[in-house]
């Protein structure tokens, strides 16, 4: 099946940092990523729709300018968490969709943030 | 975003059938998906439905989709201690934007 991975697994940094995650389609090409938030105890919150090539489509409330995603090539796409602060300390998944499919998503194994 | 809601615990014995129930509220929704997340991972596609489709049964895992009432249901039989995780479903328009539920926490006593 589909493989997505994401790099690091778990992170942890000083308030202020910038902390970059990426979401790798290992297996195929994904035209179309997604990140998600979930914290703890609580459903996956999407957060931005990332397409090669054009900028990332964010959802209502989210700050682009605090989150940067790049999706550079049909197998990365990266999100950046930029000046970050306790708050922003969550569980951050991606999923990629294959290109040409009809709707399937297959998800990372998602990537622990904790600022302090 | 649209409600997808489920009840967040359900506990069964093993051996026994468990049936987790989820409502949503949009009825454009074109496939239905229902994954399995384990604890410190993220989600496994566990199986999904076309809106036009009924029901779909693949080994252990029933769906059942009715469309009217909107509800969405995942029975899983002979329930193994290693099914004990966090069921999620969800919903999407257009094959783009997935809507969550909160998740159905599963409990198999053994």
């Known amino acids: 099946g589909a493989v997505v991975s994401q790099h690091p697994s778990w992170v942890i940094c000083k308030s202020g940092t910038s902390v970059k995650i990426e979401c790798r389609s290992l297996d195929f090409q994904a035209t179309t990523m997604f990140w998600y938030r979930q914290f703890p105890k609580q459903s996956l919150m999407l957060m931005a729709t990332?397409?090669?090539?054009?900028?990332?489509?964010?959802e209502q409330g989210v700050e682009k300018d605090k989150f940067l995603i790049n999706h550079a090539s049909l197998t990365l796409s990266t999100l950046t968490v930029t000046s970050a602060h306790p708050e922003d300390s969550s569980f951050y998944i991606c999923s990629a969709r294959v290109t040409g499919s009809v709707g399937e998503q297959f998800f990372g194994p998602g990537t622990r943030l904790t600022v302090l | 975003g649209e409600d997808v809601e489920q009840s967040l615990f359900l506990s069964v014995r093993e051996g026994d059938s468990s049936v987790i129930n989820c409502t949503y509220t949009?009825?454009?929704?074109?496939?239905l998906y229902w994954y399995k997340q384990e604890p410190g991972a993220g989600l496994q596609l566990l199986t999904y439905i076309f809106s036009n489709m009924d029901m779909k049964q693949d080994q252990r895992l029933t769906v059942l989709l009715n469309k009217k009432d909107k509800h969405l249901s995942l029975r899983i039989a002979d329930t193994q201690t290693g099914d004990s995780a966090i069921y999620f479903c969800a919903e999407s328009i257009n094959f783009n934007k997935f809507y969550f539920g909160s998740g159905t926490k599963l409990n198999v006593k053994p």
């Open positions: 949009d009825s454009s929704s074109t496939y």
């Open positions: 990332s397409n090669e090539g054009s900028k990332a489509t964010y």
